[in-house]
Every structure is written in structure tokens, then in C-alpha cells.
């Protein structure tokens, strides 16, 4: 029964990046009738219990949010809900991206607790120029395998880099848990280094990851203010943030180990990868240079879904 509400709210849940709790855009008597489709009977307020269960919170509706929304949203879900379910059944890898809250790295207090016989001592003061260096993490989470791989860099957050983290996770897993890969679905955030409007982005997708590995990249980008709907954020973030909550972040060791060991009974499985290039910001792309992707434009919501083919 939890299996079958999860597949049913699974292109509607979101969560937070720093915690366990989770929320859905369905409301209990939706869930309740679309079971019943499905030979299961429950009332709403039991699938509300089971809910509470999986970590889901009510959330009511706020006119705050409202106003935020775009009036594109629901129809881009259905287009990202839609995309999903093609590439998995013809097992074409799925993934999730997003950046993960900049860290700073020292001796510095981390949110949250943890048990022990003594508490950390760490600094009073969390100044930039006390700390030992800052780790990017850019997070891939492949939504068919239940796998994460998070990219730790040293350097800025940049286009170059996002696409080069993807890069790594296809060179270390992807290509081998996908034999035969021919397409690739990305699903991130509109604004960011993998916004739909970064040049960078694109080019960098398309010399790196289309051309040199000969595969065609479909990119889906959640609407404006809906970043939360990120499987990246719900399903990989929020248990690293929860795993190491409490640990002064030291070293970049430390965070690398606790990515690697965050698991979940779910059966998720986290790898760490460091990264210690360093990216130049600013990168300008020119018009000429743009001109040279294969890049195709969906039908429908053009801004935010296009394939870029080698």
C-alpha cells in the first residue's frame, strides 16, 4: 500500500534540502480516490496517517505561494511526469541535478545534534577568512537506481563545473550501469549555473557530454519557484544534511565521508568525488559559438525543455 501512494505522488512530492520533511501538491481525498482506481479502499484521513508515515506534512494552500506561481507550472510537471516515464521504460538513464548549500570548511558550528558524551567545541564566530576553504557540492541523483554522486569542489559554482560533475558520474557510473546509453534526461532548476539561460550551460553540455560521448541530452528544467520538486533536494540533500547534522565540517575528509556513508532505508547508496580544478566565472558564450549546437526546442514550453543531440 505505501508503495503504490508513493508511485502515485512521485512527480508531485517536494522537500526540504536540509531536513526530512516532505509535502505533496496532491491533497489526501485526490490520493484517496485515485487508490480506489486501483482496488485499494482507504478514506482520507488514514491515507493522511500513512502519509505522516512516509514524512509527509500537511501544507495548506497560502495566497504568499499563489502569487509566486507560474501559470505554466502544472504543465510542466506533466511534461517532466511524461519525459520521465519514456526514458525509464526504455531504460535511458534519469537524472536529478541541483547545487547543494555552500559549506564552509573549519571548525565552525554545523546545525543540529548529535549523540556524544561531550559537545564539539568549535569556533564563536563563523568568519569567511577563517575557514580552511569552501565546498561546492553539486549533487546527481539517478531516480531509476535509487544512486546519488556528489561532486565537492573547491573552486566557484559555474556552468563548466556542473556539467563537468555530470561528466564524472556518467565516466564512473553511468555509462556502466546504462550499457548502450543513447539519451539522457536532466531534470534541474530554471535558475542556477544549469538555468535555462546560462549560454555556458548548453555549450558545455553539448562539446562535453554530447559530443564526447556520443549521446543525445534531454534537459527539463522545473518551473520558477518550484525548485523544491527537485528529486535532487528530497531524495539525496536532505539525508546527507540530516546524516552529518551536528558534526563540525572540518576537513574536506569529513564531508566526503559522510556523503559516502548517508544511506537510507529506502536503499539509497551516496559516492563522493572531489574536485579540485579550478573555474574561471564570466565565461561569455558568442552568438557564433551558439550557432554550433544541434540544439531542438520542444513544441510546447520551449524555455525550459530542448535536446541536445551530438
Known amino acids: ?118 559537545a564539539d567545541r568549535v569556533l564563536n564566530h563563523d568568519f569567511r577568512s577563517m575557514a580552511v576553504g569552501m565546498a561546492n557540492s553539486y549533487g546527481i541523483y539517478d531516480t531509476i537506481a535509487n544512486n546519488g554522486t556528489v561532486v565537492v569542489g573547491v573552486s566557484y559554482d559555474t556552468p563548466e563545473f556542473v556539467v563537468e560533475s555530470i561528466e564524472l558520474w556518467l565516466t564512473s557510473y553511468g555509462l556502466k550501469q546504462y550499457s548502450g546509453t543513447k539519451g539522457l534526461l536532466i531534470l534541474c532548476d530554471a535558475g542556477g549555473s544549469n538555468g535555462y539561460r546560462p549560454r555556458l550551460w548548453k555549450y558545455s553540455l553539448y562539446y562535453k557530454i554530447c559530443c564526447f560521448f556520443g549521446i543525445s541530452v534531454t534537459v527539463c528544467h522545473y518551473p520558477t519557484g518550484a525548485s523544491k520538486w527537485n528529486p535532487t533536494d528530497h531524495r539525496l540533500f536532505s539525508f546527507i544534511s540530516m546524516n552529518w547534522a551536528g558534526v563540525p565540517l572540518r576537513s574536506y575528509d569529513i564531508i566526503l565521508n559522510y556523503i559516502r556513508r548517508t544511506t537510507t532505508r529506502q536503499g539509497l547508496k551516496v559516492d563522493a568525488i572531489l574536485n579540485e580544478k579550478k573555474y574561471e566565472r564570466g565565461i561569455k558564450i558568442t552568438d557564433k559559438q551558439m550557432n554550433q549546437i544541434n540544439l531542438k526546442k520542444f513544441d510546447t514550453l520551449p524555455q525550459w525543455n530542448y535536446t541536445i543531440a551530438p
Not at 480506489?36 to 514524512?55: A, F, Q, R, V, W
Not at 521504460?89 to 561531550?118: C, H, W
Open 1 to 118: 500500500m505505501l508503495k503504490a501512494i508513493e508511485k502515485l505522488i512521485e512527480d508531485d512530492t517536494a522537500g526540504s534540502p536540509m531536513g526530512g520533511l516532505k509535502w505533496s501538491r496532491k491533497s489526501t481525498y485526490t490520493v484517496s480516490e485515485e487508490l480506489s482506481s486501483i482496488n485499494i479502499c482507504i478514506s482520507p484521513k488514514t491515507t493522511g496517517k500513512l502519509l505522516k508515515e512516509m514524512d509527509y506534512s500537511l501544507r495548506s494552500n497560502r495566497k504568499t505561494i499563489a502569487e509566486t506561481q507560474h501559470p505554466d507550472r502544472n504543465q510542466q510537471f506533466e511534461i517532466i511526469a511524461s519525459m520521465k516515464k519514456q526514458f525509464a521504460e526504455l531504460g535511458q538513464p534519469v537524472i536529478g541535478v541541483d547545487s547543494k548549500k555552500k559549506e564552509m570548511i573549519g571548525n565552525f558550528k554545523n546545525a543540529g545534534r548529535k549523540y556524544g558524551k561531550d
